[in-house]
């Protein structure tokens, strides 16, 4: 039996059940590694009490035979979902001190089917981000390194805290979401999984929200089963998120050994990008011979729309963002710095609560959506995502899954494209489609580059069809066979 | 009917046209379970969504797009099966989220008339431009603290609807019939309750001035006038203030005016109070609004009969006046009243006892005719006694006053007071026999030819009988013996 902190959630599921490792072990195991990799950053808020009692409970239930899907697997919680009690600040230092009085559906869902608390996971501030540098509780370091070298590395964001800790082997498995990559670029950037699905498929209810339109709850783990299981719980109909989608949930575990065998797989050309690093486009090329070898045939299809996915998203994000984060005032939760009038409370409190990064989005937002340049800007971009859901929706005609690369790069050292907002923004140029079109992702890692860097492959599925997207990415898992660990993680 | 103001330069036309705000009727709010009673303590009726916590969500409340609906269906509008909410952005104490939801380009309903009952019988129709749904802010209470605000938040998120009517109206008298108009076919609906005072209906007046045949002038907004009186004051005082500024060489600014009660008259707002662009766009929490147009038209199948409808019956059946029946159907409850008064008795006299007699008072006793201290049963029992000779109609009002002091009714009134008419010829013949004796001269007169004092003998031989003798037989009795 492996260490319990190098289980997977499978492997440990069955070691519970047989009775080989008790919940209160694989807690305790991973309340060590969390103690341990502290100088991650990795964590805002650990709950250590809560999950021994909660560890001891489940395996009380585990010993009459019975306890969910989940039943005492230790997980963490990305700090933008809001968990009953427990601080919830969202990266942001506007969320001083809010203890919400409610539990996030998909947090529920999870401590339903019987899963433990760790604690809270850093991220960028309010989910903005692609570096977990805009998070007001610090840099989260990515625990791996280059090779033979020892700056810090960024684990990616906004999830930075989520993936740092699930490749760390702090947590077995987290939540996390993705408005424009924020589980797959993490994802990739730490040799971890995650999967976006598609919009509609989990609640947003009790997420603190940042693009509304975009914004998805899913989960990082190791392995594409690990997150087949905890999506399984995650998902489902919510009748208080009037976008989550009314549809039964399919069994994802069944569908993670399918094979691909006859499945059609859309290489778009225009995800070649020039200029971007010949071990990304190597990647690619392997991950197509891979799956060529396991019987999927490889189809070049056109998304025309492509370029153009940054520059909108970087609209309608903003736009949404504007006016989800007015309601940190001051008024009712969280910080507040005083002033002699309303306004002048609502400005100190914003202009102390707001990190740089928050900043320039709301004013974007602001901006595209004044009068005068709400045409030019938020209705054209909305127009021109339309175009690019069509440009999906045409290959998938002819195609059941699309493989891209997850990143344009490898993880990059804390402190790099800070001063250059644009190239930060780049990175998300292979995830914001699927957040545009609403459709699900997922990054698995191929492979390691010339640094020893993991590097990962995106596969986008059709709308609710998450089934083939965990086929696909199980098959680039089986054949990348992808067993690297971060330095001192053996 | 175009009323004009006099100005010094000539005849000036006022153009008006109304926002009205009206509280749905509904025991949850538009995106919450939490609760709407009016009157209740202050952030006890809030949910998290209301209160704008992070991660909440709204959900539309289905009873609330229903009440829309039939709220467009009642005043003639098309109801559009997919219609859009939006968020329209402002900082305020009040507003918890930041935003209101609200339906901006694409409401629930487009289109409709309200018809105006005018005094002369006539009507005058007034178009509806559109009705949307939207979220109520919550109350900022200025005067609990020397130097902070306090917040309510119990209507944050209260369902309303947005009326808004085309310039059509020209005059303040036009303007507060259509808002009576208007309260009618709510409260017939029951979508909302029309209360001013609790502010479940709040009124915007927009009005310009232009002189006859010129396109629409510069308008004003006045803000939340709370009363029909209030908003016919604020037209008459916008409208005489426009004149005069443009009649003294200025321009009009289009700008945002309050209403102050006490002075009767209008004040622009500080410009900081209405400086906003609200920055609309679609929510992204809500779907598009899809209605099904079988429930539509199951809606409509259900209306109850309108005010409008309503008065045309009772045009048609009773005979009425189209001014009485307009009066009468204003108020369901009045109308019900006067249904069950007129049923089976002469239509033209129910009228005219309940819009005379009970409303007088009624109007008098400062009491709704829910609480009305004479029933329909028994004014309908009062009236039998009239028609079928019993009393007349000079002695049943008095019968009336009892009714209203003692609650009795009308038969046992007359019995106590023995106020039977009197028919019998033998009695009313001696009493005139009576009266003519003493009044030799007046006889003389009378048969001269000064017909007109046929009334003094009437009034006489009345007031010998103590007001019982039935005036058809004293009438035609006296004439036969004065004429000798």
Known sequence: ?490 | MTALIKGQTGEWEVVIGLEIHAQVISKAKLFSAAATAFGAEPNTQVSYVDAGFPGMLPVINRFCVEQAIKTGLGIDGKVNEISVFDRKNYFYADLPQGYQISQYQQPIVSGGTVILDMKDGSTRKIGVTRLHLEQDAGKSLHDQHPSQSYIDLNRSGVALMEIVSEPDMRTAEEAGLYIKKLRSILRYLGTCDGNMEEGSLRCDCNVSVRKPGQPFGTRTETKNVNSVRYVMQAIEYEARRQIEVIEGGDEIKQETRLFDPGKGTTRPMRSKEHAHDYRYFPDPDLLPLELDPKWISDLKKVLPELPDARKTRYVADYKLSPYDAGVLVAEQETAQFYETVAKGRDAKLASNWVTTELFGVLNRTNKAIQDSPVSAKALGGLIDLISDGTISGRIAKEVFEAMVETGKDAAAIVEEKGLRQVSDTGAIEKAIDEVMAKNQDKVAEYRSGKEKLLGFFVGQTMKATGGKANPGVLNELLKKKLAG
């Open chain 1, 1 to 490: 039996m492996a260490a319990p902190t190098h289980m997977t959630i499978a492997e440990a599921r069955k070691a519970l059940k047989a009775k080989k490792i008790s919940s209160a072990e694989l807690t305790d195991a991973h309340l060590k590694a969390m103690e341990q990799t502290r100088g991650l950053n990795a964590f805002v808020t650990e709950t250590p009490e809560r999950a021994k009692a909660d560890a001891k409970r489940a395996d009380v239930v585990l010993a009459k035979g019975e306890g969910g899907p989940l039943e005492g697997i230790p997980l963490g919680i990305k700090d933008l979902f809001c968990t009953e009690g427990v601080l919830t600040t969202a990266g942001s230092h506007i969320l001083d001190g809010f203890k919400p009085p409610y539990e996030s559906t998909v947090s529920a869902k999870l401590w339903q089917a019987g899963a433990i608390m760790l604690g809270k996971l850093n991220m960028d501030e309010f989910a903005m981000g692609s570096s977990n540098m805009t998070s007001y509780h610090g840099a989260v370091k990515n625990p791996w390194r280059r090779k033979g070298a020892n700056s810090d590395l960024v684990p990616g964001g906004s999830s930075g805290g989520s993936a740092a800790a699930v490749a760390a082997r702090s947590v077995m498995g987290a939540t996390a979401t993705d408005t424009g990559g924020s589980i797959r670029q993490p994802a990739a950037f730490t040799g971890t999984v995650g999967i976006k699905p598609t919009y509609g498929r989990c609640s947003r209810w009790g997420i603190v929200a940042f693009a509304s339109s975009l914004d998805q709850a899913g989960p990082i783990a190791r392995t594409v089963e690990d997150c087949a299981i905890m999506l399984q719980a995650m998902s489902g109909h919510d009748p208080k998120d009037s976008t989550s989608a009314d549809l039964p949930v399919p069994n994802f575990e069944a569908a993670v050994e399918r094979g691909v065998k006859g499945l059609k797989i859309g290489i778009p050309k225009e995800y070649k990008l020039d200029g971007a690093p010949k071990e990304i486009q190597d990647l690619w090329e392997q991950g197509i011979a891979w799956l060529k070898e396991a019987g999927a045939t490889p189809v070049d299809i056109t998304l025309p729309h492509t370029k153009y996915a940054l520059p909108v998203y970087y609209v309608i994000a903003p736009a949404e963002a504007s006016s989800n984060l007015a309601r940190y005032d001051g008024v009712r939760f969280g910080l507040r710095v005083p002033g002699k009038t309303l306004d002048e409370m609502y400005e100190n409190t914003r202009a102390a609560g707001f990190g740089a990064e928050v900043k320039r989005r709301i004013l974007i937002g602001t901006y595209v959506l004044s009068a005068g340049y709400y045409d030019a800007y938020y209705l054209r971009a909305q127009r021109v995502r339309s175009l690019i859901a069509r440009d999906f929706t045409e290959a998938y005609k002819q195609v059941d899954a699309i493989l891209t690369p997850a990143t344009p790069s490898a993880a990059f050292a804390i402190g790099e494209k800070m001063d250059d907002p644009i190239a930060m923004y780049l990175n998300d140029v292979f995830t914001v489609t699927a957040n545009l079109a609403g459709l699900p992702g997922i990054s698995v890692p191929g492979g390691v580059n010339a640094d020893g860097l993991p590097l990962g492959l995106q596969v986008i599925g059709k709308a609710f069809d998450e089934e083939t997207v965990f086929a696909v990415g199980r098959a680039l898992e089986k054949a990348a066979n992808f067993t690297a660990l971060p330095e001192g993680m053996a």
